[in-house]
């Protein structure tokens, strides 16, 4: 059950319930990952009757502690001739502003710049670029393991992309992730290269484009992100 606020709850009663019962309710942790940013500033329980039926829930007085999304700066995509190149700044990573889960750079002004992640057990970073029609553009990530990298091996992290919020999602799962070397590497290789084609006859001709893990619920952590590349392709 959720409370309307995004936080999870449990709750038992007896069968049946007496008028005026307790109720105990337990939120989940703030530690958990899927709840860091919000603390409760007002719970009240009332039944309504005592029978086993309609009881309410006052629980919508929240406060935002922190944001905990990383949402993306422009800033760091650059563009040269048809290749666009993004630092880490420039990515939607979920859980991105939260140090416990992933340490985003802070500035614009180094070029060796990393996004690094702790631990979590969603995985989303994604990109958005606006393409010109009728060309074809490879996409790649460039990453890095760390020494204490964990929790991938058997953990499926596609590589999706789509033209337009309406398109349809192209994906390739990425198998290299379960084996990353401890340098930065291109993702997937020019070897096998991942491509998407911009028709010309639809209106929204951004690129939505990302890494995700969201399916095994399996935590992991050691990756670098260096950025990602969409090139176009000639």
């Known amino acids: 059950m959720s409370d309307g606020c995004g936080r999870g709850i449990k709750f038992s009663i007896e069968d049946p319930p007496a008028l005026?019962?307790?109720i105990k309710i337990e939120f989940l942790p703030t530690s958990h990952p899927l709840f860091p940013a919000y603390k409760i500033t007002c719970l009240t329980v009332t039944f309504i009757s005592n029978y086993i039926g309609p009881f309410a829930f006052s629980t919508n007085i929240?406060?935002?502690?922190?944001?905990?999304?990383?949402?993306?700066?422009?800033?760091?995509?650059?563009?040269?001739?048809?290749?666009?190149?993004?630092?880490?700044?420039a990515f939607n990573i979920?859980?991105?502003?939260?140090?416990?889960?992933?340490?985003?750079?802070?500035?614009?002004?180094?070029?060796?710049?990393?996004?690094?992640?702790?631990?979590?057990?969603?995985l989303e970073v994604t990109g958005l670029v606006e393409l010109r029609p009728l060309k074809t553009y490879q996409?790649?990530?460039?990453?890095?393991?760390?020494?204490?990298?964990?929790?991938?091996?058997?953990?499926?992290?596609?590589?999706?992309?789509?033209?337009?919020k309406k398109g349809k999602y192209k994906w390739r799962r990425l198998k290299e992730l379960e084996s990353l070397p401890k340098v930065p590497t291109e993702v997937p290789s020019n070897s096998e290269?991942?491509?998407?084609e911009v028709p010309d006859d639809v209106p929204d001709k951004r690129l939505y484009f990302g890494l995700y893990e969201v399916w095994s619920g399996k935590w992991?952590?050691?990756?670098?992100?260096?950025?990602?590349?969409?090139?176009?392709?000639?």
């Open 20 to 22: 005026n019962q307790e």
């Open 94 to 122: 979920v859980w991105g502003n939260d140090n416990r889960y992933w340490r985003i750079p802070s500035t614009r002004s180094n070029n060796d710049e990393v996004a690094e992640l702790v631990q979590v057990s969603w």
């Open 193 to 196: 290269p991942f491509l998407v």
């Open 220 to 234: 992991k952590g050691g990756l670098r992100v260096h950025g990602a590349t969409v090139k176009e392709k000639k």
């Open 139 to 164: 996409v790649t990530f460039t990453l890095s393991f760390k020494e204490d990298a964990f929790g991938w091996n058997g953990s499926p992290v596609f590589l999706m992309a789509k033209v337009g």
């Open 62 to 89: 929240f406060t935002m502690a922190t944001k905990p999304h990383h949402d993306a700066d422009g800033g760091p995509i650059t563009d040269e001739q048809g290749v666009y190149r993004f630092k880490p700044r």
